[in-house]
């Protein structure tokens, strides 16, 4: 999924004109490769079948048909809607639209202040030029491997390291976190606690004694967050 297409589907979700669901990425591996970013967004009451492009065209309407068709086949007890999201519309798909029972969502993407999933830094860096703000430490520490990514609960852009987040998972075990870190934001990580980052999965597990550097460093992690880990393990003692 391109960065443009990010951007309109976290508006989307973020305007709560869907509901409150989970954005189900991995039913998208169906579609053809050379139309808008199909996404399948679940709620209680229904899953909504989407394409995300700048502009809503009589191709977004093609390749939405097609991945709407092939969901609804594979999942016959649930309802399934459609949509396009964009920020603009082709005038003459407006009555289109209408007449398909296809839902037009004209949105307008924020910039927002996400937060690196890894280190909880500043996501202030916008050299890269595709709209994201990035993480200056990270960037700074892991360059071009430092990428932007949308949560799969609730679409908000968060920063991501994922050669770093392979060893992480390592880790997770020791602890005590079952998430899969790259596939949610910090906020949706631990839902009923505050934000919970990578490296500060690791400060405490250190600092409950359950963890120790030489396990940190069997697992691979980068010398330049062992000693970030190193000095808030420190601060919090």
């Known amino acids: 999924m391109d960065a443009k297409a990010q951007r309109i589907y976290h508006a989307l979700v973020e305007s709560g004109a869907l509901g409150k669901g989970m954005a189900l ?19 209680k009451e229904r899953d909504w079948v989407l394409v995300a492009s700048p502009t809503a065209t009589r191709q977004s309407f093609l390749h939405l048909a097609e991945v709407a068709m ?57 050299s890269q030029g595709d709209g994201w703000p990035r993480c200056q430490r990270c960037v700074r520490l892991f360059g071009a491997q430092h990428e932007v990514r949308l949560c799969s609960v609730c679409l908000t852009p968060f920063g991501a390291v994922p050669t770093v987040e392979e060893k992480l998972r390592e880790v997770a075990v020791d602890t005590g976190s079952p998430w899969p870190v790259s596939t949610f934001c910090p906020a949706c990580r631990t839902p009923e606690h505050a934000p919970v980052f990578g490296v500060d999965l690791l400060v405490r597990g250190v600092g409950e004694g359950r963890l120790s550097f030489d396990r940190i460093k069997e697992a691979g992690i980068p010398k330049e967050l062992l000693q970030l880990i190193n000095l808030r393990v420190q601060a919090k003692r």
Not at 93 to 118: M, Q, T, Y
């Open 70 to 126: 092939g969901h609804a086949l594979d999942h016959e007890a649930v309802t399934t809607e459609t949509g396009v999201a964009c920020e603009t519309v082709e005038e003459p798909l407006r009555a289109s639209a209408e007449r398909l029972n296809i839902n037009l969502f004209e949105v307008k993407p924020s910039g927002g202040n996400p937060l690196c999933g890894l280190c909880g830094g500043a996501m202030a860096d916008m």
């Open 25 to 43: 990425t991995e039913l998208t591996a169906t579609a053809s490769e050379d139309g808008p970013a199909p996404l399948v967004y679940r709620t």
